[in-house]
């Protein structure tokens, strides 16, 4: 079975050149533009990692703010189920800084990419955790978020 990633950022061109990133590794992707939506895939689906980019709205269309992202990494390793998902987080902040880094590491992050992506930076992110543990596709199985929204309102594909 292909590995599948969620992948969640509210900047439909970088979605774009991710799934294709993930396409040519040979994996399945779904993706999310919010807080909202990527709940609501994660308490749908079963994936084998996660592609997060910090600074996302809770909901479609809204404010983007760089807590957002690390509040949703926070939840998901609150969850239990989810608290071994490996997460790679992606962002065009805090490259004049280590600090962010170091604070995403600490919510929990499993790698941290900045972005624009440098020549396969991603790919080679995302070969090292899935092989951290010895496991080159491991399948997470998550429970549900608690309070996760409607089923309907899921947002699938690309």
């Known amino acids: 079975m292909k590995p599948r990633a969620l992948v969640i950022d509210d900047d439909p061109k970088i979605l774009e050149i991710v799934c294709e990133i993930l396409d040519s590794l040979n994996h399945d992707c779904?993706?999310?533009?919010?807080?909202?939506?990527?709940?609501?895939?994660?308490?749908?689906?079963?994936?084998?990692?996660l592609l997060l980019d910090l600074e996302i709205p809770v909901r479609p269309k809204k404010l983007c703010r760089l807590q957002n992202g690390t509040n949703l990494l926070r939840q998901i390793r609150e969850t239990p189920g989810m608290d071994?998902?490996?997460?790679?987080?992606?962002?065009?902040?805090?490259?004049?800084?280590?600090?962010?880094?170091?604070?995403?590491?600490?919510?929990?992050?499993?790698?941290?990419?900045?972005?624009?992506?440098s020549r396969g930076e991603?790919?080679?992110?995302?070969?090292?955790?899935?092989?951290?543990?010895?496991?080159?596709?491991?399948?997470?199985?998550?429970?549900?978020?608690?309070?996760?929204?409607?089923?309907s309102a899921l947002k699938r594909g690309r």
Do not use: C
């Not at 490996?86 to 929990?108: E, F, I, R, Y």
């Not at 955790?129 to 491991?138: E, H």
């Open 84 to 117: 071994a998902l490996p997460v790679v987080v992606m962002t065009g902040h805090g490259n004049d800084s280590p600090d962010l880094a170091v604070s995403v590491w600490q919510t929990g992050a499993d790698h941290y990419v900045k972005k624009p992506f």
């Open 30 to 49: 779904d993706t999310a533009e919010d807080q909202e939506s990527a709940r609501n895939l994660l308490a749908g689906g079963t994936y084998t990692y």
């Open 122 to 151: 991603l790919d080679t992110a995302i070969r090292e955790v899935l092989t951290r543990k010895g496991r080159p596709a491991p399948r997470w199985e998550a429970s549900p978020f608690p309070g996760s929204w409607p089923h």
